[in-house]
T-cell receptor, first 116, second 114 residues
Framework: AQKVTQAQTEISVVEKEDVTLDCVYE???????LFWYKQPPSGELVFLIR??????QNEISGRYSWNFQKSTSSFNFTITASQVVDSAVYFC?????????????FGKGTRLHILP | EAQVTQNPRYLITVTGKKLTVTCSQN?????MSWYRQDPGLGLRQIYY???????DKGDVPEGYKVSRKEKRNFPLILESPSPNQTSLYFC?????????????FGPGTRLTVT
């Protein structure tokens, strides 16, 4: 069955520090998609990245980077030189392409506090 | 502007009084979904719809109904709300299902059932 684990419930770091948010997933499918979403204090959910299971290249977007490792079933998210505006809840999600019921499973989220 | 709208944004109601939360998207998306967000539990999918007249249960469908009569609308119906349905609800849409595409979320509806 699908499962997404975000073991870090809450993290606090001082501004300008680097921080990594962990995401570990379980799936029986060979074809699947992984996502990260951000939920700032204002409450909306914002898409950050999608990665398919055949693309293990790491991705970098400005201060954000993602490390996808199939060998450890992980899709970790790193913020470099964190800023106060990065304070949010971050969700990792999994969708299986061959899953007949098209469900999308979210992790429980990691609340990130960036302290000034 | 491309968006997903939900109404109402806030609702306080009493146990057993039927209510509907509307969701509408203007992006011609095929896939729509409802989630509830609870502290410590993250986002859990309630129902989803692959297209008009096609709906299916997510992980926590008990106590909820949905319909998809038009592509743009996907209302969430609570026939007899109970206090354990107090939650923050999000509607979302994506171009298609099968996990290919990112979801666009509505602003959320905070529901309190007393």
């Amino acid at each position: 069955a699908q499962k997404v684990t975000q073991a870090q419930t809450e993290i606090s770091v001082v501004e300008k520090e680097d921080v990594t948010l962990d995401c570990v997933y379980e799936t029986r499918d060979t074809t699947y998609y992984l996502f990260w979403y951000k939920q700032p204090p204002s409450g909306e959910l914002v898409f950050l990245i999608r990665r398919n299971s055949f693309d293990e290249q790491n991705e970098i977007s400005g201060r954000y980077s993602w490390n996808f490792q199939k060998s450890t079933s992980s899709f970790n998210f790193t913020i470099t030189a964190s800023q106060v505006v990065d304070s949010a809840v971050y969700f990792c999600a999994l969708s299986e392409l061959m899953n007949r019921d098209d469900k999308i499973i979210f992790g429980k989220g990691t609340r990130l506090h960036i302290l000034p | 502007e491309a968006q997903v709208t939900q109404n109402p944004r806030y609702l306080i109601t009493v146990t057993g009084k039927k209510l509907t939360v509307t969701c509408s998207q203007n992006m011609n998306h095929e896939y729509m979904s409802w989630y509830r967000q609870d502290p410590g539990l993250g986002l859990r999918q309630i129902y989803y719809s692959m297209n008009v007249e096609v709906t299916d249960k997510g992980d926590v469908p008990e106590g909820y109904k949905v319909s998809r009569k038009e592509k743009r609308n996907f209302p969430l119906i609570l026939e007899s709300p109970s206090p354990n349905q107090t939650s923050l609800y999000f509607c979302a849409s994506s171009l298609r299902g099968q996990g290919f595409y990112e979801q666009y979320f509505g602003p959320g509806t905070r529901l309190t059932v007393t």
